[in-house]
């Protein structure tokens, strides 16, 4: 493994006083494709969000390209190429697709490239071209995933993080989103992936997390984790190792606040 | 070219804001002068509401011009012109406070905390006497007064400087991010854009605008007091003319200001024998606009405009 372009050292984060992510470590090498699995609540979206910097952290480090980058602001970390394409899209739906794309290159590193972005992204989805100025929310499900994808990469990504990118599609646009996430991979940006669908996730990723109530606990090669029983156990929701602890704790806070409650 | 025709249109405009005052009416000066201060507050309100920022505090921005250019005005004998740097100065501040103060809060919280700091601004005001003149009011020295004409002249000038100012931020780049922002602060973020550094640009650019028609008020009238200087009233029809004109358009705030104040008139001259009456007529006039064009002026026009164009298409092809 060459030297890692991102790594999380005993990251925690949450919302709140409730911790989402509990002491996670992860590496993720310049030009791999990672990926986080987990079933809901597993912390993954949480993950990203630490990386990308749109929660502040609770504990750890956030390290990009060697330098800790933990208290840096989201909008500076877009700037050095970390880029986001959020669970759920989050596209802008009255904007034009075209004014969509050019928020994405909105930093100084990435306007000057703005021209080869939008051409990279047309050739990867030729789709957006032909609807450059319909109102982004007026397009299929599919095609707004696609614009969100565009989107993060007219900021000129290093480190590409896309947030269940087949989220509510259809299984053919399933495969043709994940289609253009290898494209991508092969234009040698860097790409963490966070997916329910693990099947899909596995054929694209070399390596991969699972993640189960906050913690990481299980990685290896994609080949690995499509055979593991663990990575079942986590989407099934069999009681992952090391759980137990967090669930007395808490089920003594729920009992607290009851009581708390009955007192009011 | 699209940008020098631009200037054409505002050096016209400019030319037109010279030359006419003198030959105004008393009555039409007047209507004039309260166009332009009505025209800075609903650009300046649309502008903020364009990023999503709904204030209620505009007449703190209002007042805060008022009382800051009468006071350096008395204390330092400037020409009129002068005190409208030191207004809109403290009003763009005031503004990057609001934004600092507020940080991320939006919607109905965001509008709270403006109104609140509106009426706190008229409640010290008042606690000021030393200073304000308190309940009794301040006079803005005589000598120092412009005459009407003039001051006719600069507050036209100043607001077709405003409408060009809204019209070249809504054809620059930062157009997209405000915009944007209005939709979702934190996916903007995640783009790269600093939703702090621009709320805070927004809202010193929206203050300095709505002090500047602070401004002009406390030169026309030559008297402040923190009633008339904070009064509620502005705070709301800085936001009806947007939505009478066209919320979030260039030109919504001109033709919604140019439309109530009309309006206003009319209803004052018509029921001039009894002035509830007028203002009663006034009100209904405008819900049934708000009602009627959901979309306010500019909307109306756009869709009589697609209808016209359809209806020539027809035309054309049955020929």
Known sequence: MTAPILELRDVSAGYEDSIAVDRDSLKVAEGEVVCLLGANGAGKTTTMRAVTGLIPLAGGKVLYRG?????????????DGICLSPEGRQIFPELTVMENLLLGSFNARARALRQRGLEQVFTLFPRLKERLGQAAGSMSGGEQQMLAIGRALMGQPR????????LGLAPKMVMTVFESVLAIAKTGITILL????ARAA???????YVLSTGRVVHEGTAADLAQSELVQQAFVGAKPLGAGERERRRERRLRQAGQGASHA | MMSSRIWLVVAAALALALFLPPFLTPGLDDWCTRLSTLLLVAISWNMMANAGLISLGHAGFWGLGAYTAALFANATHMPFWLSFAPGMLIGALFGVALAYLTGRLRGLFFAISTLAMSEALRVIALMVPKLTGGAE???????IRPDRTTLTRFALCLSVGAIAASYLL??????????AMRDSESTVQMLGVNPRL???GVTALSGALASCAGVISAWYTGYLDPHAAFDLKITI????????????????????SIAILTISELTRLHFGYSAGVGLLAYGIILVFGVLVMPSGIVGLAKRWRMKMGRLGAAATSRA
């Open chain 1, 159 to 166: 480190l590409l993080a896309l947030d269940e990118p087949s």
């Open chain 2, 198 to 200: 621009y709320r805070a």
């Open chain 2, 137 to 143: 009011g301040l006079f803005v020295v005589d000598e």
């Open chain 1, 194 to 197: 966070v997916e329910q669908n």
């Open chain 2, 237 to 256: 029809t800085s936001q009806i003319a947007p939505l009478f004109g066209g919320l979030y358009t260039v030109a919504g705030p001109v033709l919604g």
């Open chain 2, 170 to 179: 809504t054809k620059s780049r930062y157009q997209f991010a405000l915009r």
């Open chain 1, 202 to 208: 596995l054929t694209v990723a070399q390596r991969g």
């Open chain 1, 67 to 79: 330098q800790d980058i933990s208290a840096k602001p989201a909008h500076e970390r877009v700037a």
